[in-house]
């Protein structure tokens, strides 16, 4: 990021947590701040951000970070043999990876609960559209889209638990 961007993305920051770097006021800092795409200005009012995409975005700015959450790029788990392997096949072994020792209950509920996150961990791509206690919808690389229900997720992950490397 430019050097001329970071005074804008901190001001911006400053207003969403609530943070008052200068002495003049809220008020004044709700003016306005530049928009990077069309080079016009923009009432702070009409931008919303999530907080998580905020912090994502000012750890990236700063070389410190204090992530408490565990992050998967540390230990990369592999690839799935074969030519054409599906990315929810993927992102079942990948969870799988990081718990080996989670039943076929916990996995489906730690899958939902991260398809839910604000940052998840092993959808990244946001394949998973809607997924309840018996069916995952997704949508593969190509558009189409797809689903899986309980009993073809159990299936799998006893098909994926010997491919897991030991």
């Known amino acids: 990021m430019p050097e001329e961007q970071r005074p804008a993305i901190n001001q911006l920051s400053d207003i969403?947590?609530?943070?008052?770097?200068?002495?003049?006021?809220?008020?004044?800092?709700?003016e306005m701040i530049l928009n990077f795409h069309t080079n016009s200005l923009v009432k702070i009012e009409d931008i919303r951000f999530s907080s998580s995409e905020i912090s994502r975005l000012l750890s990236t700015l700063s070389p410190e970070t204090n992530d408490t959450e565990p992050k998967p790029e540390t230990n990369t788990p592999p690839c799935l043999p074969g030519k054409r392997v599906s990315q929810l096949h993927q992102l079942i072994f990948d969870a799988m990876f990081y718990n080996p020792s989670a039943s076929t209950l916990d996995l489906w509920d730690l899958i939902q609960q991260d398809s839910e996150s604000d940052t998840p961990l092993y959808?990244?791509?946001?394949?998973?559209?809607?997924?309840?206690?018996?069916?995952?919808?997704?949508?593969?690389r190509n558009g189409v889209n797809q689903s899986m229900l309980w009993g073809s997720f159990v299936t799998r992950v006893s098909t994926l638990k010997n491919k897991l490397p030991t």
């Open 123 to 140: 959808d990244q791509d946001g394949i998973i559209k809607i997924m309840d206690t018996a069916c995952i919808e997704w949508r593969s």
């Open 16 to 30: 969403l947590f609530g943070n008052e770097s200068s002495k003049e006021g809220k008020q004044s800092q709700i």
